[in-house]
């Protein structure tokens, strides 16, 4: 299921452009009744925001942190069609982990002395 906390394989990239990258991504999940993990998701995403900022390539595995979904319906060609976007996300095997503002989260202090509660 394409939902924020997801994880991903990045199949292919197809544009890279200034403001968004369109790449070809596929979402697996476990079937509780085989125990083997099947496709849920695969298609076409956008990836605008702070996930410009994220170095991937195809065949890596990346977490969606927070992705968005539009739907359209043209009355006069009576189609629907769907926009799938990531705004966020990380290398699923990086350590670091990047907040809103693309710096790298604040660390705590080794004691907490200096702390007030």
């Known amino acids: 299921m ?9 199949f292919r990239i197809y544009s890279r452009k200034e403001k ?7 979402v697996s999940s476990k079937n509780k009744i085989t125990g083997k993990y099947e496709d849920s998701f695969s298609t076409g995403v ?3 925001g702070n996930a410009l900022k994220v170095p991937f390539a195809e065949g890596d595995k990346l977490c969606l942190d927070k992705v968005g979904a539009t739907a359209r319906y043209d009355k006069t060609t009576k189609k629907s069609s769907f926009g799938f976007f990531v705004f966020e996300c990380h290398l699923a095997n990086d350590k ?10 604040p660390s705590l202090p080794e004691n907490d002395a ?4």
Do not use: H
């Open 20 to 26: 968004s990258i369109f790449v070809n991504v596929s």
């Open 2 to 10: 394409f939902q924020n906390g997801c994880y991903c394989k990045v």
């Open 114 to 117: 200096g702390l007030p509660f």
């Open 96 to 105: 670091t982990k990047t907040v809103s503002t693309g710096q790298e989260a």
């Open 46 to 48: 956008n990836f605008v």
